[in-house]
């Protein structure tokens, strides 16, 4: 065998060798798989995919410290974190949404959407709790925009 020709079959046989497919460059984060029955429910937030925030859904935390120069953009997601899963821990089972945070120079506002299966009484003193503590932790003002909804149903945007 020539020289030109056993080097043009070793070419060739280090062509074979690489092999790609498109499901290795398909996007799978943040998206829900379909279920069988059709009958997982999303609310909006879960409905929209990652690629359509700022389009047609926002960010869950709304914030200017990631910009280049800010001194604390560790501080304010462990920040985000902490008031999630704050309440989370005190709306056990009454948080139906996504907690929004939106920072506003030094206020901090929590919007979410809460079942109202709990007396107006213990819904006002839950309010003043969260506004109270998560002030004196975070040393800012804090405000709590909650919006009730009788049926858990209600917040389902659509069924996947």
């Keep these: ?35 069988p029955k059709g009958d997982r429910p999303l609310t909006y937030e879960m409905a929209n995919p990652p690629h359509q925030i700022a389009h047609r859904k926002a960010w869950n935390s709304w914030n200017t410290s990631n ?27 009454l948080v139906l949404s996504e907690v929004i945070i939106k920072r506003q120079h030094n206020h901090v506002r929590i919007a979410a959407i809460i079942s109202r299966s709990i007396p ?29 909804t009788d049926d858990r149903k209600d917040v389902i945007f659509k069924y996947i």
Excluded: N
Aim: charge should be positive; glycine fraction near 6%; aromatic fraction near 10%.
């Design 120 to 148: 107006a009484r213990k819904m006002y003193f839950l309010i003043g709790y969260c506004e109270e503590l998560l002030a004196y932790w975070l040393q800012c003002p804090v405000t709590l925009e909650l919006q009730t």
């Design 67 to 93: 910009l280049e120069g800010e001194l604390r953009p560790s501080q304010t997601m462990l920040e985000d974190d902490f008031i999630r899963r704050f309440m989370a821990g005190t709306w056990h089972g």
């Design 1 to 35: 065998m020539l020289p030109s020709a056993k080097l043009v079959a070793h070419l060739a046989l280090a062509r074979r060798c690489l092999h790609t497919t498109a499901s290795v460059a398909k996007s799978q984060s943040g998206r829900y798989k379909i279920s």
